[in-house]
């Protein structure tokens, strides 16, 4: 049981910065070729989603007003993956809209 428990807080620890759990509103920095999730009032918050989409077509980040940036990524196994694109934009210090 202890060990079910030590799996469960992992999957949560590490799904929280995971950017495939990253939803509008949320907060990521930039970490080579991925990003991370991060608090919006981190120092290291970067960018801010705006938009998310389900595929693997960063072009559709063109219709979201504000986009600097965008990110693809895939989740899932290789059997079920899924890809999705995050639409990012200059993250301001203090904003609290996304």
């Known amino acids: 049981m202890a060990i079910l428990g030590g799996a469960f807080v992992l ?27 991060v608090s919006c009032t981190d120092a290291d918050a970067e960018y801010r989603v705006i938009g998310r989409f389900s595929g693997s077509l960063t072009s559709r980040c063109q219709e979201v007003t504000g986009t600097t940036m965008t990110f693809g990524g895939t989740t899932g196994s290789r059997r079920h993956r899924s890809h999705y694109v995050l639409c990012l934009t200059r993250n301001r210090p203090g904003s609290t809209a996304p």
Do not use: E, M, R, W
Not at 18 to 32: E, L, M, R, S, T
């Open 11 to 37: 999957y949560l620890f590490t799904k929280g910065s995971n950017p495939a759990y990253a939803k509008i509103g949320d907060c990521v920095q930039h970490q080579g070729s991925t990003v991370k999730v």
